[in-house]
């Protein structure tokens, strides 16, 4: 079953993904988009992508209660996401609701965000007893500041769409009803310049982006595989399932 949709207006691409309310990601919706991505890129006429969801819900990360997820081979789906990093055409994402987790990780694969005011934003790993991931460890702190990023991840709180504008976390809020429409129109202006300048310049700017995260995603996933095991990691799951604050052993 596919997961990702993709519509065109004119030189910018639309690529919309839908798996189920939460919009929870697994390997196969990872891997999808990362095809969809390259294969946008083979295109010399289609010079920007939006990156959206369907429903309520950008993206809840992953389900740790999906057996799936679970029994996936360790940094599979790290290196299907590397993909997305490596695109060479400008992403914009348009975040209607939450972006939590993973699916934070996933809104950062874009250049810019365009969100409502509705939006949620949580870097939420501690709050299941685990490590952050997606590379969230880099791409926050260079995103908003390294005590910005600290604060997000040490708490584990959860920020609306204004809050997320404050920090720089997004770059046009807008309401709910333009919000496709005003992430097109940005990715309309990036598909105006001359392609092979936009792309060279947004290289020049990212850097060795995929790199560094290739690099800080090995860091990520071992810490993440140590503290799978944890008392506090499978206590972590219940809480979040049951929504309550979690019983901490530190063990």
């Known amino acids: 079953m596919g997961y990702v949709t993709v519509l065109q207006d004119g030189p910018v691409s639309i690529v919309v993904f ?30 920007a992508i939006v990156l959206a969801s369907q429903g309520k819900v950008f993206c809840a990360g992953a389900d740790f209660n999906d ?7 360790p940094g599979a789906l790290y290196r299907e996401a ?29 250049d810019f965000r365009v969100a409502a005011p509705e939006a949620r934003f949580s870097a939420n790993f501690v709050q299941i007893g685990i490590h952050p991931g997606f590379g969230l460890t880099w791409t926050l702190p260079r995103l908003i500041g390294e005590r910005a990023a600290a604060l997000l991840f040490l708490t584990g709180r ?38 092979l300048a936009v792309q060279a310049t947004r290289q020049t700017l990212r850097g060795d982006l995929a790199d560094a995260v290739a ?37």
């Open 18 to 47: 839908e798996r189920g309310a939460q919009n929870f990601f697994d390997l196969g919706l990872i891997k999808e988009l990362a095809d969809t991505f390259e294969e946008i890129d083979r295109r010399p006429e289609q010079r």
């Open 67 to 73: 057996p799936a997820v679970r029994e996936a081979e």
């Open 82 to 110: 590397l993909r997305l990093f490596r695109c060479r055409k400008p992403v914009v994402a348009a975040i209607q609701g939450a972006a939590i987790g993973g699916g934070l990780g996933l809104a950062l694969v874009a």
């Open 158 to 195: 959860r920020i609306n769409g204004e809050k997320a504008a404050e920090i720089g976390l997004v770059e046009e809020l807008v309401p709910l009803s333009d919000l496709r429409s005003a992430a097109v129109a940005l990715a309309q202006e990036l598909a105006g310049g001359a392609p």
């Open 215 to 251: 690099r800080q995603t090995d860091l990520e996933l071992a810490e993440q595989l140590r503290l799978f095991e944890t008392d506090d990691f499978r206590e972590g799951v219940r809480a979040i399932t049951e929504r309550r604050p979690g019983n901490w052993s530190a063990t």
